[in-house]
């Protein structure tokens, strides 16, 4: 199955980011691209496999694999074995290239194997964004925001909340990704791993730059972001499952970590 969606480009054109076409290849065609694509691209594959070239080096693309074009890189791709499916999505936007170099994709970058579970629920949250002709250009420029900053997360710093860090914050951190919307506190955090609550709290500021209970502030309302966007939930029970039962406390978490409140981030992206 092959499905694809180019938005009607409108007002969403002055945005820093605008989505211009999204799809699931199944399989992936045979793409020769001489002077490359008028937009960026994010392509990566659900299964089977491909191959792909870039100035004359090959890339074998497997589930897992990811890869980047900016706009003008001459590339081919095609199927090996004729069983490819992926997932891409290509996007331009005002200085976009100026952009996306800042926060690290210069031309071209390719991932053999990375976790891509976030950005495949952001790509699916998109697609359905993009099927909306009247409201979802804006609703996708947002959520491809989203998208191009997990990317970056997995492409450019793999397993970074995993393998690349120390047994002792990847404990916590998987930890607070499976329980976030319980009450956790650091010394539960702390007493996973065996080390005091002081050194626990020292290596996981050195490893993430930010305080534990920040990460799950910042875990609970990236959970709340998705349950707004994709439901019609009031906005106190989605705090309560998020683990805010105050919704007064949850409105203020959420808008210290988002710059707006609950109601308005829900209106930015659902209009």
């Known amino acids: 199955m092959t499905k694809a969606i180019y938005p009607v480009i409108g007002k969403q054109a002055e945005l820093p980011f605008y989505l211009t076409g999204i799809g699931i290849s199944d399989p992936e065609i045979h793409a020769v691209r001489k002077t490359?694509?008028?937009?960026?691209?994010?392509?990566?594959?659900?299964?089977?496999?491909?191959?792909?070239?870039?100035?004359?080096?090959?890339?074998?693309q497997e589930t897992g694999s990811v890869f980047y074009l900016a706009p003008g890189i001459?590339?081919?791709?095609?199927?090996?074995?004729?069983?490819?499916?992926?997932?891409?999505?290509?996007?331009?936007?005002?200085?976009?290239?100026?952009?996306m170099k800042k926060i690290g994709f210069d031309g071209f970058s390719y991932t053999p194997f990375c976790d891509t579970s976030r950005c495949e629920r952001l790509f699916s949250r998109i697609y359905s964004a993009a099927e909306d002709p009247i409201n979802g250009g804006e609703s996708s420029s947002v959520l491809l925001y989203e998208y191009i900053l997990a990317m970056r997360e997995a492409m450019l710093f793999p397993q970074k909340e995993?393998?690349?860090?120390?047994?002792?914050?990847?404990?916590?951190?998987?930890?607070?990704?499976?329980?976030?919307m319980q009450d956790i506190a650091v010394r539960t955090l702390s007493e996973l791993s065996g080390v005091t609550v002081q050194?626990?709290?020292?290596?996981?500021?050195?490893?993430?730059?930010?305080?534990?209970?920040?990460?799950?502030?910042?875990?609970?309302?990236?959970?709340?972001?998705?349950?707004?966007?994709?439901?019609?939930l009031e906005i106190g029970?989605?705090?309560?499952?998020?683990?805010?039962?105050?919704?007064?406390?949850?409105?203020?978490?959420?808008r210290r970590i988002e710059g707006v409140s609950p109601r308005e981030y829900r209106s930015s992206v659902c209009r």
């Open 237 to 254: 029970e989605i705090g309560r499952m998020v683990g805010y039962p105050d919704r007064n406390y949850f409105s203020m978490v959420f």
């Open 74 to 99: 001459p590339h081919e791709y095609h199927p090996v074995n004729g069983k490819w499916e992926t997932k891409w999505l290509v996007f331009r936007g005002e200085h976009s290239h100026e952009l």
């Open 162 to 180: 995993t393998c690349g860090k120390s047994s002792i914050v990847a404990e916590a951190l998987m930890y607070i990704d499976r329980n976030y």
């Open 199 to 232: 050194h626990f709290c020292r290596v996981f500021k050195a490893e993430t730059s930010i305080r534990p209970l920040e990460y799950l502030a910042r875990r609970r309302i990236s959970e709340a972001k998705a349950l707004l966007t994709d439901t019609a």
């Open 36 to 60: 490359g694509l008028f937009s960026h691209q994010f392509l990566f594959t659900s299964s089977g496999a491909g191959a792909l070239y870039v100035d004359g080096k090959e890339y074998p």
